[in-house]
């Protein structure tokens, strides 16, 4: 049998990071503190990423509602992805 456990975990996240070499994700909170998350793997990043914008973002959430640093955000997203498939 294999036991699991479920976590709930209410933070402000000021900022997440992505960590390819040990693939890791790290939660990074308004009070200083850290959460860290061990075996998340590259392509479970692009589909978290797929998930969320193609099916979530697009179909969820109108334009007018997100905030100029998210456009932002989305744009550099945008670029990036265009100049790494060019």
């Given amino acids: 049998m294999k036991l699991s456990t479920n976590y709930s975990i209410y933070a ?4 997440i ?3 390819n ?17 061990f075996g998340v ?3 479970d990043m692009i589909r978290l990423a797929r998930n969320y914008c ?3 973002l ?3 959430t109108p334009m007018k509602k997100l905030a100029e640093q ?8 945008k670029d990036a992805l265009n100049s ?3």
């Fill in 12 to 15: 402000k996240i000021a900022h």
């Fill in 17 to 19: 990071s992505y960590y």
């Fill in 21 to 37: 070499g040990d693939d890791s994700l790290t939660f990074y909170t308004d009070d200083d503190e850290q959460i860290e998350i």
């Fill in 41 to 43: 793997e590259r392509d």
């Fill in 54 to 56: 193609v099916v979530d």
């Fill in 58 to 60: 697009v179909k969820n």
């Fill in 70 to 77: 998210e456009v932002a955000s989305l744009l550099e997203i």
């Fill in 84 to 86: 790494y498939f060019s």
